[in-house]
Nanobody, 125 residues
Framework: QVQLVESGGGLVQAGGSLRLSCAAS????????MGWFRQAPGKEREFVAA????????YYADSVKGRFTISRDNAKKTVYLQMNNLKPEDTAVYYC??????????????????WGQGTQVTVSS
């Protein structure tokens, strides 16, 4: 079974940037749609961004559109989330997740089958 490992989180000032990475353990990574979600203390897990298995299609939450960019490198079995102009409200644990490439349900976390352990992102004001 594919395992997902996130990295790249940390503490950054408002207006700064971070790039999260999510590395997969298996070559089947290229058949999965990939998503990024986040969860702040006391809040439900929310959709951030998703990318189709081919990389041709990307989707973003309105709250991050224009600031975050999702991308993938299937040869490296890795998906990225470039986060620019970070705001304190972006503070959360960020998770990457995988779903079948046949799915079109990018936003609903229930439709994802595999999850990483999460990486903390903290944005100070």
């Amino acid at each position: 079974q594919v395992q997902l490992v996130e990295s790249g989180g940390g503490l950054v000032q408002a207006g700064g940037s971070l790039r999260l990475s999510c590395a997969a353990s298996e070559h089947t990574f290229s058949t999965y749609n990939m998503g990024w979600f986040r969860q702040a203390p006391g809040k439900e897990r929310e959709f951030v961004a998703a990318i189709s298995w081919s990389g041709d299609d990307t989707y973003y939450a309105d709250s991050v559109k224009g600031r975050f960019t999702i991308s993938r490198d299937n040869a490296k079995k890795t998906v990225y989330l470039q986060m620019n102009n970070l705001k304190p409200e972006d503070t959360a644990v960020y998770y990457c997740a995988a779903q079948s490439g046949y799915s079109r349900a990018y936003v609903d976390p229930i439709r994802y089958d595999l999850w990483g352990q999460g990486t903390q992102v903290t944005v100070s004001s």
